[in-house]
């Protein structure tokens, strides 16, 4: 043979043989704490993380183990709360632009708030006022002395318990409006400390 030739062969078996020996080598741990070391990763070492080494003995790259049922829900409630957190600001956002765009001041939220109040204690005033002339017509009837006069004073409490009940739903209304527009104004005047 040709000199080279010998020497071409004579190289490519020395790069093949090189190759082959600069295979990685791979180390876990089982669950007993023993270390295996192989081309591939030994079954006996399960879900533990494995260490990549070079021909040399230097760290190339650790596979982590695959996380736990409880890293799992953990990572998802993670998540969840951060798009539930992001869907949240994107909400306060849209109502926030919403209110700006209905009340050009906190005059108009007074004023509004205001008049809406004004027509509920309007109307409870009425009740209130029909309540007592009620009250008074039941104290002013003789004792029932038949079917129809037991009639007439069931028909009369009929009439002042729906009057109760209107005095208190228009009390429990003032309520809900004082407490809805203090809501609206604190968030209105937050928006305007905020932009």
Known sequence: ???????FIALITLTMAGVTSA?????CQDAEGKWHYGNYAATECGDAPITR??????????????PTVEELQAEMEAREAERDALLKREENARIDAL?????????AIIGI???????LRKQMTFNQTQLVLLNKEL??????????????IH??????????RAVEQGQSAVNTTESD?????????????DG
Request: net charge negative.
């Open 139 to 152: 104290a002013a009837l003789p004792p029932p002395k038949n079917e129809i006069d037991q009639q007439e």
């Open 99 to 107: 209110l700006k765009s209905k009340y050009p001041d906190e005059a």
């Open 181 to 193: 527009y203090k809501t609206l104004l604190e968030r209105y005047r937050q928006i305007d400390s």
């Open 155 to 164: 028909d009369l409490e009929q009439r002042i318990a729906r009057f109760e």
């Open 113 to 119: 708030r205001d008049q809406q109040l004004a027509e």
């Open 1 to 7: 043979m040709n000199t080279q030739i010998r020497l």
């Open 53 to 66: 080494l070079s021909e040399s003995g230097v760290t190339e790259e650790i596979n982590k183990s695959p």
């Open 23 to 27: 295979q990685s080598i791979t180390k």
